[in-house]
Protein backbone atom coordinates (compact mmCIF):
# COMPACT_ATOMS: atom_id res chain seq x y z
CA UNK A 1 0.00 0.00 0.00
CA UNK A 2 0.94 3.56 0.05
CA UNK A 3 3.53 4.57 2.38
CA UNK A 4 5.50 7.89 3.99
CA UNK A 5 8.58 7.83 4.67
CA UNK A 6 9.70 10.13 7.25
CA UNK A 7 12.67 10.65 8.84
CA UNK A 8 14.63 11.17 11.11
CA UNK A 9 12.32 9.60 13.72
CA UNK A 10 13.63 10.96 16.32
CA UNK A 11 16.60 14.06 17.00
CA UNK A 12 18.31 16.08 19.71
CA UNK A 13 19.45 19.54 18.72
CA UNK A 14 20.47 22.54 20.78
CA UNK A 15 18.32 25.72 21.48
CA UNK A 16 18.92 27.92 18.16
CA UNK A 17 20.10 25.01 15.67
CA UNK A 18 17.61 24.35 12.84
CA UNK A 19 16.32 20.65 12.14
CA UNK A 20 14.96 19.08 8.70
CA UNK A 21 12.50 16.68 8.75
CA UNK A 22 11.64 15.33 5.60
CA UNK A 23 8.59 12.98 4.29
CA UNK A 24 8.77 11.25 0.37
CA UNK A 25 5.82 9.36 -0.34
CA UNK A 26 6.76 6.16 -1.72
CA UNK A 27 4.43 4.44 -4.95
CA UNK A 28 2.42 7.05 -5.29
CA UNK A 29 2.58 11.25 -5.98
CA UNK A 30 1.21 13.63 -3.12
CA UNK A 31 0.41 16.62 -4.37
CA UNK A 32 -0.73 18.17 -1.01
CA UNK A 33 0.95 17.07 2.18
CA UNK A 34 -0.05 17.79 5.99
CA UNK A 35 2.14 18.85 8.81
CA UNK A 36 0.93 18.10 12.24
CA UNK A 37 2.35 18.46 15.64
CA UNK A 38 1.71 16.62 18.48
CA UNK A 39 2.11 17.99 22.44
CA UNK A 40 2.03 15.07 25.39
CA UNK A 41 -0.99 13.71 25.87
CA UNK A 42 -2.55 16.43 23.13
CA UNK A 43 -4.18 16.16 20.19
CA UNK A 44 -2.75 16.57 16.66
CA UNK A 45 -2.58 20.26 15.60
CA UNK A 46 -2.50 20.78 11.72
CA UNK A 47 0.23 23.65 11.53
CA UNK A 48 0.24 23.35 7.74
CA UNK A 49 -0.39 22.11 4.04
CA UNK A 50 2.25 22.13 1.50
CA UNK A 51 1.50 21.89 -1.86
CA UNK A 52 3.80 20.90 -4.66
CA UNK A 53 5.36 23.74 -6.79
CA UNK A 54 3.42 26.65 -4.24
CA UNK A 55 3.78 28.10 -1.14
CA UNK A 56 2.47 26.53 2.18
CA UNK A 57 -0.65 27.42 3.84
CA UNK A 58 0.17 27.89 7.24
CA UNK A 59 -2.27 27.74 10.21
CA UNK A 60 -3.15 30.21 12.34
CA UNK A 61 -0.83 30.87 14.95
CA UNK A 62 2.13 28.44 13.22
CA UNK A 63 5.02 31.28 12.22
CA UNK A 64 5.81 30.44 8.56
CA UNK A 65 9.59 32.23 9.07
CA UNK A 66 9.88 29.42 12.13
CA UNK A 67 8.79 26.35 10.37
CA UNK A 68 10.52 26.33 6.53
CA UNK A 69 8.32 24.17 4.26
CA UNK A 70 9.35 22.94 0.88
CA UNK A 71 7.23 20.70 -1.25
CA UNK A 72 9.55 20.79 -4.75
CA UNK A 73 8.40 17.57 -6.46
CA UNK A 74 5.60 15.21 -5.84
CA UNK A 75 6.99 12.81 -3.88
CA UNK A 76 9.04 15.12 -0.91
CA UNK A 77 7.92 17.50 1.31
CA UNK A 78 10.07 19.08 4.25
CA UNK A 79 9.83 21.03 7.16
CA UNK A 80 12.70 23.12 8.99
CA UNK A 81 12.36 23.97 12.48
CA UNK A 82 14.75 27.09 12.28
CA UNK A 83 16.37 28.34 15.44
CA UNK A 84 14.54 25.63 17.42
CA UNK A 85 14.14 26.31 21.23
CA UNK A 86 13.13 23.77 24.10
CA UNK A 87 9.39 24.93 23.36
CA UNK A 88 9.40 23.46 19.61
CA UNK A 89 10.31 20.08 21.12
CA UNK A 90 7.33 17.89 20.06
CA UNK A 91 6.14 15.23 17.67
CA UNK A 92 5.70 16.16 14.14
CA UNK A 93 3.95 13.81 11.83
CA UNK A 94 3.63 14.72 8.05
CA UNK A 95 0.71 13.15 5.84
CA UNK A 96 -0.93 12.63 2.27
CA UNK A 97 -4.28 11.89 1.32
CA UNK A 98 -4.02 8.96 -1.44
CA UNK A 99 -6.69 8.48 -4.21
CA UNK A 100 -9.09 5.06 -3.41
CA UNK A 101 -7.96 5.16 0.04
CA UNK A 102 -10.06 6.12 3.09
CA UNK A 103 -8.44 8.46 5.45
CA UNK A 104 -4.86 9.33 5.39
CA UNK A 105 -1.34 8.01 5.31
CA UNK A 106 0.70 8.96 7.53
CA UNK A 107 4.44 9.38 8.21
CA UNK A 108 6.21 7.73 11.63
CA UNK A 109 6.83 10.67 12.98
CA UNK A 110 9.73 12.84 14.17
CA UNK A 111 10.22 13.25 18.08
CA UNK A 112 12.38 16.16 18.40
CA UNK A 113 13.89 17.41 21.68
CA UNK A 114 15.62 20.82 21.78
CA UNK A 115 18.23 21.15 24.51
CA UNK B 1 -15.54 24.35 22.04
CA UNK B 2 -13.30 21.99 20.70
CA UNK B 3 -14.51 20.82 17.55
CA UNK B 4 -13.97 17.07 18.34
CA UNK B 5 -14.95 16.52 21.79
CA UNK B 6 -13.68 13.01 23.23
CA UNK B 7 -13.52 11.45 27.46
CA UNK B 8 -9.72 10.99 27.87
CA UNK B 9 -9.78 8.35 29.99
CA UNK B 10 -8.01 6.48 31.01
CA UNK B 11 -11.00 3.39 30.79
CA UNK B 12 -9.14 0.51 32.82
CA UNK B 13 -11.01 -2.98 31.82
CA UNK B 14 -10.11 -6.54 32.12
CA UNK B 15 -9.44 -8.64 28.97
CA UNK B 16 -12.76 -9.99 27.68
CA UNK B 17 -14.60 -6.61 28.32
CA UNK B 18 -16.90 -4.75 25.94
CA UNK B 19 -15.72 -0.93 26.40
CA UNK B 20 -17.64 1.63 24.28
CA UNK B 21 -16.07 5.44 23.37
CA UNK B 22 -18.50 7.78 22.21
CA UNK B 23 -17.16 11.35 20.83
CA UNK B 24 -18.54 14.68 19.70
CA UNK B 25 -18.37 17.01 16.85
CA UNK B 26 -19.20 20.49 16.57
CA UNK B 27 -19.11 20.66 12.71
CA UNK B 28 -22.86 19.97 10.74
CA UNK B 29 -20.38 19.93 7.46
CA UNK B 30 -18.10 17.21 8.52
CA UNK B 31 -18.66 14.35 5.78
CA UNK B 32 -16.35 11.94 6.44
CA UNK B 33 -15.56 9.76 10.00
CA UNK B 34 -13.16 7.76 11.19
CA UNK B 35 -11.48 6.12 14.24
CA UNK B 36 -8.02 5.88 14.44
CA UNK B 37 -5.59 4.34 17.14
CA UNK B 38 -2.51 5.63 18.13
CA UNK B 39 0.50 3.96 19.94
CA UNK B 40 2.58 5.80 22.68
CA UNK B 41 5.14 7.69 20.42
CA UNK B 42 4.15 5.97 17.04
CA UNK B 43 1.91 7.02 13.58
CA UNK B 44 -2.02 7.32 14.01
CA UNK B 45 -2.99 4.66 11.82
CA UNK B 46 -6.51 3.75 10.58
CA UNK B 47 -8.93 1.64 12.54
CA UNK B 48 -12.09 2.12 10.43
CA UNK B 49 -14.17 4.11 8.84
CA UNK B 50 -17.56 4.89 10.36
CA UNK B 51 -21.10 5.30 8.51
CA UNK B 52 -24.65 6.42 9.31
CA UNK B 53 -25.74 2.44 8.79
CA UNK B 54 -22.61 1.59 11.26
CA UNK B 55 -20.04 -1.01 10.07
CA UNK B 56 -18.38 -3.43 12.02
CA UNK B 57 -14.91 -5.45 11.89
CA UNK B 58 -14.46 -7.97 13.71
CA UNK B 59 -14.35 -6.83 17.28
CA UNK B 60 -14.83 -3.40 16.29
CA UNK B 61 -17.96 -1.66 15.84
CA UNK B 62 -18.76 1.93 14.51
CA UNK B 63 -21.58 4.30 14.39
CA UNK B 64 -22.33 7.46 13.08
CA UNK B 65 -25.38 9.43 14.62
CA UNK B 66 -25.63 12.87 12.74
CA UNK B 67 -28.70 14.62 14.12
CA UNK B 68 -27.14 14.01 17.66
CA UNK B 69 -23.36 14.85 16.21
CA UNK B 70 -21.19 12.25 17.80
CA UNK B 71 -19.58 8.43 16.89
CA UNK B 72 -18.71 5.74 18.20
CA UNK B 73 -16.76 3.26 19.21
CA UNK B 74 -17.57 -0.48 20.59
CA UNK B 75 -14.79 -2.91 21.43
CA UNK B 76 -16.05 -6.63 21.99
CA UNK B 77 -13.79 -9.34 23.71
CA UNK B 78 -10.75 -6.31 24.69
CA UNK B 79 -7.34 -8.29 24.39
CA UNK B 80 -3.96 -6.77 25.90
CA UNK B 81 -2.87 -5.56 22.53
CA UNK B 82 -5.78 -3.05 21.97
CA UNK B 83 -4.21 -0.96 24.78
CA UNK B 84 -3.87 2.27 22.90
CA UNK B 85 -5.06 5.56 22.24
CA UNK B 86 -8.35 5.53 20.35
CA UNK B 87 -8.57 9.07 18.45
CA UNK B 88 -11.75 10.39 16.70
CA UNK B 89 -11.20 12.07 13.39
CA UNK B 90 -13.36 13.51 10.63
CA UNK B 91 -12.93 15.18 7.71
CA UNK B 92 -14.93 18.57 6.53
CA UNK B 93 -13.52 17.78 2.74
CA UNK B 94 -12.12 21.38 3.01
CA UNK B 95 -8.47 20.70 4.51
CA UNK B 96 -6.90 18.57 6.51
CA UNK B 97 -8.36 15.78 9.39
CA UNK B 98 -9.64 17.33 12.28
CA UNK B 99 -8.06 15.30 15.51
CA UNK B 100 -9.73 14.77 18.87
CA UNK B 101 -7.42 14.75 21.87
CA UNK B 102 -7.95 11.02 22.17
CA UNK B 103 -9.66 8.30 24.28
CA UNK B 104 -7.03 6.09 26.26
CA UNK B 105 -7.70 2.54 27.23
CA UNK B 106 -5.60 0.66 29.31
CA UNK B 107 -6.69 -3.51 29.01
CA UNK B 108 -5.75 -5.01 31.95
CA UNK B 109 -4.92 -9.18 32.76
Known amino acids: GAVVSQHPSWVICKSGTSVKIECRSLDFQATTMFWYRQFPKQSLMLMATSNEGSKATYEQGVEKDKFLINHASLTLSTLTVTSAHPEDSSFYIC???????????FGSGTRLTVV | RKEVEQDPGPFNVPEGATVAFNCTYSNSASQSFFWYRQDCRKEPKLLMS???SGNEDGRFTAQLNRASQYISLLIRDSKLSDSATYLC??????????FGSGTRLQVQP
Open chain 1, 95 to 105: SARVTGVDGYT
Open chain 2, 50 to 52: VYS
Open chain 2, 89 to 98: VMDTGRRALT
